[in-house]
């Protein structure tokens, strides 16, 4: 049995669900641009295919973060117990 911490695996599992829906939300709603365009619609295209690139690095962010997570949930292991004091011997 694999030792997990259950707390950070599905913060991580969440994460990355979440990164990913708005990775596929963002990617499926790209700008684009039309034939005869003013020039203030071609500043205005720009503007708007650079914040959705923005927001396509942002979830990449959230993914990666999430993953990282689920990675170290395999590696943090809760202490049973606390410190148990050490006793000397005094001899007088």
């Known amino acids: 049995m694999v030792l997990v911490d259950k707390k950070i695996l599905s913060g991580g599992?969440?994460?990355v669900?979440?990164?990913l829906v708005l990775l596929f939300n963002i990617n499926s709603t790209t700008p684009i641009g039309q034939t005869?365009?003013?020039p203030a619609q071609i500043d205005d295209l720009?503007?708007?295919?650079?914040e959705?690139?923005?927001y396509s690095n942002l979830a990449g962010m959230i993914t990666g973060i999430g993953f990282l997570l689920v990675l170290i949930s395999f590696g943090a292991?809760?202490?049973k117990g606390g410190a148990k004091p050490?006793?000397?011997d005094q001899k007088a």
């Open 86 to 88: 050490i006793e000397k």
């Open 36 to 38: 005869d365009m003013t």
């Open 46 to 50: 720009l503007t708007k295919q650079q």
């Open 17 to 19: 669900s979440a990164g």
């Open 13 to 15: 599992i969440l994460m």
């Open 52 to 54: 959705n690139k923005n």
């Open 77 to 79: 292991r809760k202490k």
